[in-house]
């Protein structure tokens, strides 16, 4: 926030963001509603997507763990009772999307269907019984769909995408926005149960595998970003372990140290003792100690700087490739939040009048904190239907909470505390506190200011603030000037005038305000 008075803004170049909402868009009607079926080695699912095309929301997402890859090492062969299962779920996937509208789905089967040798069968089955097509895709074009998901959720993600499923584990390069090169192994957990040897022929294996990979793609890499349901069980067990505060499992991060305790921490506990404190299922569990003896593997050969843990794979991937260009290019932070304006605020687009109302304060704000004041603003009024007394809590979780995209976990929680004091001045004993902790002391006075300043914008004005006046922030100074019109006089009320004292406060700075003579709203 601080900064010469003069000084260029990159906050300014949050102008930019006010592009028209591609929502109503022909190319992302298209995108309104799709259904992809995913049928894995280990699990099926459907997912629906809704909402914002460049960051849309699960309108419905269902998974059966089937095991269709259990014992395919040692038969050749889809697992007969996984087999059976995956096909009444995909009976049901289809009712579903018939009752929906949605169909034909976008279905693609991986490593055991393309693997086994009763797969073609198997598609020929479910094209009969259903009439859905089921894509089996190879393990490149697995590993680019896996990839285009992460970019879906991190369009400037870099570094490796590492999908693990039931039967294998793909490896892919992103940067720049785009996948490099790609490669699929037999690293699976489904796979690499069923190696004879036990866990030494299981770590001569996954040891060998990984160094084969460094060699062709290189090791310390900025940031590999895990994907499938193994892995995300790994990351809920390290939340644990650490006690940390924020149950989000998109985005999470994990040092190699980190890592590294997770790891010996599920060497030393039992499935059941795990599943109890996790809640995860049994099947997904069953397979959590060797997925752990992969990430030792990657952890100790590949050494990557930082993990991050996507809840966006191969599924999220499949819409991707639907989208056009021009879309894939848009933050999908800010539409989410354009199209949650749209969808709950009382009045639609009173966020851009509120940004421009108050982005004097924040004329010195980074890039990455401009767009967090931009989507702050979209934002500050979608839980209004909540009752005035937890309005601020539910700002608060509805951020901390939502499936919001290209936001790590200390932007949620900033974002977060911002619309918590959209609603109310103290945070004080608040349930919330323990996820401040994810903050540090700037961070936690930013997000306080931000929350003020919007909590005076939306009080001077219930059409349009910068209409009654504006808003003239002066750091060396430690000046907030208000400058109102005439007719806004009278809207400068008791209230208004406490949140102005207020936001004053939090930016320790004194004030002045002005009545602008001869203008009139």
Request: glycine share 10%; proline share 4%.
């Amino acid at each position: 926030m601080d900064g010469s008075d003069s000084s260029p803004s990159a906050a300014q170049s949050a102008q930019g963001f006010f592009e028209r909402p591609i929502f109503a868009d022909p190319e992302a009607r298209k995108l309104r509603r799709v259904g992809v079926v995913d049928v894995g080695s280990n699990s099926v699912r459907l997912v629906v997507f809704d909402g914002a095309a460049r960051s849309p929301a699960y309108f419905f997402n269902e998974k059966v763990m089937a095991g269709l890859g259990a014992g395919l090492k040692e038969t050749g062969r889809l697992n007969p009772d996984g087999r059976r299962r995956a096909l009444s779920a995909l009976l049901r996937f289809q009712r579903i999307g018939e009752g929906l509208g949605i169909t034909p789905l976008t279905a693609v089967a991986t490593a055991a269907v393309r693997e086994a040798a009763d797969g073609p069968e198997f598609v020929e089955e479910v094209r009969a019984r259903t009439g859905m097509e089921v894509h089996v895709i190879d393990g490149q074009e697995e590993a680019r769909f896996s990839a285009q998901g992460v970019l879906l959720g991190w369009p400037d993600a870099e570094g490796l995408v590492c999908d693990l499923g039931g039967s294998s584990m793909e490896l892919a390069e992103v940067g720049a926005g785009r996948v490099g090169r790609r490669v699929s192994t037999d690293l699976g957990p489904l796979t690499l149960k069923g190696l004879k040897g036990g866990r030494k022929a299981r770590r001569q294996m996954i040891r060998g595998t990984l160094k084969e990979l460094a060699a062709a793609f290189g090791t310390g890499h900025k940031r590999i970003f895990l994907v499938g349901g193994s892995w995300r069980a790994i990351a809920r067990i390290d939340m644990e372990r650490r006690g940390y505060p924020l149950k989000v499992l998109h985005e999470y991060r994990m040092k190699r140290k980190s890592a590294r305790a997770t790891i010996h921490f599920i060497a030393d506990h039992s499935v059941d003792e795990l599943r109890a404190m996790t809640g995860i299922g049994e099947a997904r569990m069953s397979l959590v100690p060797i997925a752990a003896e992969v990430l030792s593997g990657i952890v100790e050969v590949l050494g990557p700087k930082d993990i991050a843990i996507s809840s966006y794979g191969i599924r999220e991937g499949l819409l991707y490739e639907q989208m056009p260009e021009r879309i894939r290019r848009r933050d999908p932070l800010i539409e989410a939040a354009r199209f949650a304006e749209y969808k709950d605020a009382r009045q639609p687009g009173f966020g851009r009048a509120l940004h421009r109302f108050i982005l004097p304060i924040f004329r010195a704000a980074r890039p990455e904190r401009a767009r967090l004041i931009r989507a702050a603003c979209h934002l500050h009024d979608v839980t209004w239907r909540a009752h005035p007394d937890y309005r601020h809590e539910a700002c608060f979780d509805y951020v901390t909470r939502a499936n919001l995209a290209a936001l790590d976990h200390r932007e949620r929680v900033f974002l977060g505390l911002a619309l918590l004091h959209r609603y109310k001045n103290s945070r004080a004993e608040s349930r919330l506190t323990p996820l401040l902790k994810l903050l540090d002391e700037d961070e936690i006075r930013e997000a306080e200011v931000l929350g003020k300043a919007m909590r005076f914008g939306a009080m001077l004005a219930v059409d349009n603030p910068d209409k009654m006046g504006s808003l003239a922030w002066y750091p060396k100074k430690r000046l907030l000037e208000l400058r109102l019109t005439p007719h806004a006089t009278d809207l400068f009320g008791e209230v208004a005038q406490a949140r102005f004292a207020s936001l004053a406060a939090s930016l320790k700075a004194r004030t002045e305000v002005r009545v602008q003579a001869g203008k009139s709203a």
